[in-house]
């Protein structure tokens, strides 16, 4: 268990953590989700007691963290795969941590195991591949059989067998009662993976919630319809009270509607309709609308994405955010 | 957090690295390497010297000579083994494991400590006596006076060396400025500082000047530093102190 307070982090005048308040529970992964440069490295950073925080808490089990014996054992952390000297073969990078928290040596050759790095574990870190490198930095994580696990952009610049692999271990951590933090940036790998979500953006909390609730309330469902009787059709829509929005190239769409309904509206008045389809925004498309206000780099494109049409108080292009900043 | 886990820890971070090995043999060969050609030339040189050198010549300080070179090596290891930790952000890691920072530093800065200590007083001892030995009738015995103090003292002024840049390493972190500032400031400007005259008042209470006084046995003629040699030892201890004190304020205070 994780409970942030309050958190803040503040750099000069610049806001890069913002009052986050959330707690990160046991037995289930909880994806951090936010655009680059929302605040989730330094969040992580902060839960580590390797950043102090501006105001707020952060409490491991109830402690702080420079509290905890042997942190090892109570949180494990891959934060950056590179943060291990070069020079220093796996087996040694392991041992010191290991020694340092008094964790015994053949704990160190499990874990290499674990991660299928036992054959390497004499060669310098310094000729690992990304992939290997993320390996000893989980089996650094890994270390001291923590409640608690931490992985920062894990599957990173991974090929599809590591990124598989990890997920399927972060599942496997969960359902062993351990308390699993990852975060990424790409919400369909969170929606592989994670069955909590916490969003971020600008360093704010956007959304708390499970994994099941956030796709029911931000995956819009939709009936498209393209007919030839365009006007007759909206008029049978308009009097059976159902609402219709024109979303240009011709085609109507009907938010929430059911393609039941109006294929039999259209054909007991005898309309020709050249397409009926039920629709669903996709999950990314729903993070990027929450959070595209908040995105802090946007790239300059002439035209945006387009996006499934939203009520029109919503509608929101990416990147119109960055024209208030 | 028991201290005993962090030097075990640290002992395995120093013997796992590539660096220390060369770092530290490098100090050993220089210095005696050195030491040895500077004993020869001055046995030889030794019937040419006016009344007024040959009343301050001072076998086992000739003997020493060549810690002006091997000093720097002990730099390199000095800021190395602290500052690797921050080019490779193996010190995220590290603090991740170890939250004490207090613990964490003054365990990694003794070990390596410990490990300068028993290379330099190795090097110390190997130098006197192969310096002895180029010296032949000028030599000096380690039974004379001063000379055991002055030997076992060049294992120290090593070692306090070493600490002092493993102080000011952890305050800039990065290993190049650290090593930029360090290396100019030994081999340089303390030197040019403590040798014209008019500067010479400041230039004595430098940490390398007022250290390596412990290694002299026979007081220059015109010495006229106000300390013998523990006092000088005790001013180059200050300075290792303030530096070592300085990193563990930013340590403690800063966000790694």
């Known amino acids: 268990m994780i409970e942030l307070e309050g958190l803040t982090k503040r750099y000069g005048d610049k806001v890069a953590v913002n009052n986050l308040t959330f707690a990160v529970r046991p037995g289930i992964v909880t994806g951090f989700l936010g655009p680059n440069g929302a605040g989730k490295s330094t969040t992580m950073r902060m839960m580590l007691g390797l950043d102090r925080p501006t105001a707020g808490d952060v409490r491991i089990d109830g402690q702080h963290y420079d509290q905890l014996k042997d942190p090892l054992k109570y949180i494990g952390a891959l934060l950056d795969a590179k943060a291990m000297h070069g020079g220093r073969s796996a087996f040694n990078h392991l041992l010191c941590l290991a020694q340092s928290n008094g964790i015994p040596n053949s704990r160190v050759h499990e874990v290499l195991d674990t991660v299928g790095l036992t054959a390497v574990a004499k060669k310098k870190a310094k000729g690992f591949s990304l992939g290997m490198g993320q390996r000893l930095g989980i089996a650094g994580a890994l270390l001291g059989d923590p409640r608690i696990l931490m992985f920062d952009e894990p599957v990173n610049g991974l090929d599809p067998e590591g990124i598989h692999w990890i997920r399927n271990l972060m599942k496997s951590l969960a359902a062993q009662g351990r308390t699993v933090f990852v975060s990424s940036h790409l919400m369909s790998e969170m929606a592989l993976t994670a069955d909590h979500l916490v969003v971020i953006g600008q360093g704010r909390l956007l959304a708390d919630t499970s994994m099941a609730d956030f796709i029911q309330q931000n995956s819009r469902s939709y009936v498209r319809i393209r007919t030839p009787h365009r006007e007759r059709l909206l008029d049978v829509l308009h009097q059976a009270g159902v609402t219709v929005v024109e979303s240009g190239n011709g085609t109507l769409e009907v938010d929430g509607g059911k393609s039941e309904q109006i294929g039999e509206l259209a054909a007991q008045h005898q309309l020709v309709l050249h397409e009926l389809s039920p629709q669903q925004a996709s999950l990314e498309e729903a993070f990027m609308q929450l959070t595209a206000e908040s995105v802090e780099y946007h790239a300059h494109s002439d035209a945006p994405p387009s996006l499934p049409v939203a009520p029109a108080e919503q509608r929101q292009g990416w990147g119109d955010g960055w024209k208030k900043d | ?256």
Not at chain 2, 40 to 48: C, G, M, R
Not at chain 2, 228 to 246: N, Q
């Open chain 2, 1 to 256: 957090m028991a201290a005993t886990q962090v030097i075990r820890s640290e002992w395995t971070k120093i013997r796992s690295v590539a660096s220390t090995v060369w770092t530290l043999s490098l100090a050993l060969v220089v210095t005696i390497g050195l030491g040895m050609l500077i004993s020869a030339l001055s046995k030889n040189q030794f019937n040419d010297m006016s009344e007024k050198d040959k009343l301050s010549f001072d076998p086992t300080f000739i003997s020493f000579a060549g810690m002006s070179l091997g000093q720097l090596a002990m730099i390199v290891f000095g800021v190395l083994v602290v500052s690797n930790e921050y080019s490779t952000g193996m010190i995220r890691t590290s603090l991740a494991a170890v939250p004490q920072r207090g613990t964490f530093l003054f365990g990694k800065i003794a070990v390596a400590t410990g490990l300068c200590l028993v290379v330099g007083l190795v090097t110390s001892f190997v130098t006197f006596f192969l310096g002895q030995a180029m010296l032949g009738s000028h030599r000096a015995e380690i039974g004379d006076s001063g000379v055991l103090r002055a030997v076992i003292g060049g294992g120290l002024y090593m070692t306090l060396i070493a600490m002092f840049s493993m102080g000011v390493a952890s305050m800039l972190r990065s290993p190049m400025l650290s090593l930029g500032i360090l290396m100019p400031f030994f081999f340089l400007i303390s030197n040019i500082l403590g040798n014209v005259s008019a500067t010479k008042k400041i230039g004595q209470y430098l940490p390398d000047q007022a250290g390596s006084k412990i290694m002299q046995v026979v007081t220059p003629v015109d010495d006229s530093a106000p300390y013998g040699p523990w006092g000088g030892f005790g001013i180059m201890a200050l300075w290792v102190a303030a530096a070592l004190i300085g990193a563990y304020v930013l340590l403690k205070r800063r966000d790694a």
